[in-house]
């Protein structure tokens, strides 16, 4: 079972359109799932360090943990998952937009 297209707000569309398209890749068969042991353990490292870290926690605020979400999506897919096309100060200093996923987001 598989919920997507929850848009908290404008901010975060990208998130939307990346995973429905990496709901439809894993269904086509494009790539498998790592196994649900590693899973749960991801989700219970990410969830501690959410508590360290956060004030959000808790709380309905998913804006700190979207780029990294999306990072991991565009691994999955097998896609870079640096967003400013090389350039390492840019990719460590700017902010994340819609239109640094566009390529991506364009392909079938």
Not at 2 to 23: D, P, Q
Not at 41 to 53: A, H, I, L
Not at 58 to 81: A, F, L, N, P
Request: proline fraction near 1%; charged fraction near 30%; glycine fraction near 4%.
């Amino acid at each position: 079972m598989a919920f997507v297209g929850y848009i908290e707000s404008v901010s975060n569309l990208h998130t939307s359109e990346m995973r429905c398209k990496w709901l439809g890749r894993l269904l086509a068969g494009r790539f498998d799932l790592p196994s649900v042991e590693a899973m749960f353990r991801q989700t219970s490292e990410e969830t501690e360090v959410m508590k360290r870290t956060t004030r959000f926690y808790r709380r309905h605020c998913i804006s700190t943990y979207s780029i990294d979400h999306t990072d991991e999506m565009c691994r999955e897919m097998g896609w870079s998952s640096w967003r400013k096309k090389g350039n390492w100060l840019a990719e460590a200093f700017s902010a994340y937009n819609n239109q640094d996923y566009k390529e991506e987001l364009k392909i079938n």
